[in-house]
């Protein structure tokens, strides 16, 4: 039992700098979420203002649905608020084990997650939610069948939407990271670049209305990022070579 416990000590002031962490951005969750929820109304009229424009109303069909869906709006502003906190705690715990240009490369992964993840939700707000209502809107308007938005049903939709935007501009980034790991290299990457570009453009077509102004504001930031992550990637692996060559 003694040479156990000597043999896991060295993790046990690792283990307790975590849980402080831990705890640390639980807080901030749970106080984003009741500031939240106290503000719910402000932010529910700021996401239900895409709607404005159709002249849609929501309504709700069950006596707690109102409270429910202001609870939910509330956990995900909660949860926006706490990742750049989280990504901040994240940094301070493997700061210590990092060396060199590797500091450089983690604050860049760990400032760019929520950047990211918050101008793709923004991209989403802007330019893909109204054309997807509109879609579902004028679907079927001529068969007579009226339609009734539920309140909680809308906010799910955009939060999807959102969510699905913010982890879409994430791919650069986490391209980046499998080539800073050397999961992919960088001839293969050079290779499908045409069709990495090409993708780039139909989902920018696809998740956009259709002009072209709206598919070129996605897709050109879109194809910076990831020549942006693939020259980032590469560096990172031609000075792993050098040092490596050194050793």
Do not use: N
Not at 8 to 36: D, G, K, N
Not at 224 to 233: D, T, V
Request: net charge neutral; hydrophobic share 60%.
């Amino acid at each position: 039992m003694t040479e156990t416990s000597d043999a896991e000590s060295p993790w046990t002031p690792h283990l307790e700098e975590m849980r402080r962490r831990v705890i640390a951005v639980l807080v901030v969750f749970v106080i984003a979420v009741v500031v939240a929820f106290r503000f719910s109304f402000h932010i529910a009229a700021f996401l239900t203002d895409p709607l404005a424009v159709f002249g849609v109303k929501l309504y709700t069909f069950a006596p707690a649905e109102k409270f429910m869906a202001y609870l939910h709006l509330s956990v995900w502003t909660g949860v926006l608020a706490a990742v750049p906190f989280l990504c901040v705690q994240t940094a301070l715990f493997l700061w210590p084990g990092l060396r060199g240009r590797e500091h450089v490369y983690a604050v860049i992964v760990l400032f760019a997650v929520p950047v990211l993840f918050i101008l793709g939700a923004a991209l989403c707000y802007r330019f893909m939610a109204p054309f997807v209502f509109d879609f579902f809107l004028s679907f079927g308007s001529s068969d007579g069948i009226g339609a009734l938005w539920s309140f909680r049903e809308y906010l799910s939709l955009l939060f999807d939407l959102m969510i699905a935007a913010g982890l879409l501009l994430q791919m650069p980034l986490f391209l980046f990271v499998l080539l800073a790991l050397g999961f992919v290299s960088p001839e293969s990457v050079a290779r499908c670049r045409p069709h990495v570009v090409l993708l780039i453009f139909f989902l920018a077509a696809l998740l956009t209305p259709p002009d072209v102004f709206t598919q070129v504001a996605l897709g050109v930031p879109l194809y910076l990022l990831f020549e942006g992550a693939f020259f980032l990637g590469r560096v990172l692996r031609r000075e792993k070579g050098s040092r490596s060559k050194e050793v």
